[in-house]
């Protein structure tokens, strides 16, 4: 009895360890240039008001990610791809940051993990792409 007990113990140990997102980032304010740290400070305070809230967390990515902090996104971008998994534009945006930290191969990685959602969304953008080139009689664009 005792060690089916405490195999179960283990089990619910197990899955609540693994569904568990990766945290937020811990953002030095002091590296963020000046006129962006109340945004960023504020965007952390939301995110971590509500750290289960995709929509919090991936304005908080966005938002380290134009303010230049690749590295901070990309980690910010690994917990909304937890949060959502079925959303292509998080996975995107994290290979968008980890390229821009020279990590390339991470990126590939996260692209390829994405690959079903991107290929749809690809031809979701080329549909419209051809719509609208051919609206205005230009040549319309061809997938790759």
């Not at 140990?13 to 030095?28: F, M, N, Q």
Request: hydrophobic share 45%; aromatic share 4%; net charge neutral.
């Amino acid at each position: 009895m005792r060690i089916r007990a405490a195999a179960m113990v283990m089990v619910v140990c197990l899955r609540l360890t693994a569904a568990e997102p990766p945290a937020l980032p811990e953002v030095d304010l002091g590296s963020v240039q000046a006129p962006y740290r109340t945004l960023v400070e504020q965007a952390l305070v939301q995110a971590n008001a509500q750290a289960n809230d995709v929509a919090a967390v991936g304005e908080l990515c966005g938002i380290l990610l134009s303010v230049n902090q690749p590295e901070h996104a990309a980690a910010c971008y690994r917990r909304a791809r937890a949060l959502e998994p079925s959303e292509f534009r998080w996975g995107y945006y994290q290979a968008v940051a980890l390229e821009g930290l020279g990590r390339r191969a991470e990126a590939v990685e996260v692209l390829l993990e994405i690959k079903p959602a991107a290929g749809a969304t690809h031809r979701t953008m080329c549909d419209s792409a051809t719509c609208c080139a051919s609206r205005a009689g230009q040549r319309s664009p061809r997938p790759s």
